[in-house]
């Protein structure tokens, strides 16, 4: 699993940081300054090494059951 901040101020970057130390298969990117919306799920699609992707962004914009 790959995950992409995008130079968050809300907690979400320790979160993930810590996450992925815990697990190896977590592979963790983060913006050097906020680049906009869409700018992370770009990050995450140039970094995916699977044949499918699955983009869930921390704001809960789409529903995960979906």
Known sequence: ???A???STDCSFELLE???KQEASIKFLR???NQ???SAPR???CNASADIVLIQVANLE???AD
């Open 31 to 33: 913006h050097k300054r």
């Open 62 to 64: 789409y529903e995960p």
């Open 5 to 7: 901040d995008d130079h």
């Open 18 to 20: 810590d996450l992925a």
């Open 1 to 3: 699993m790959v995950t």
């Open 36 to 38: 906009g919306k869409g």
């Open 43 to 45: 990050t995450l699609i």
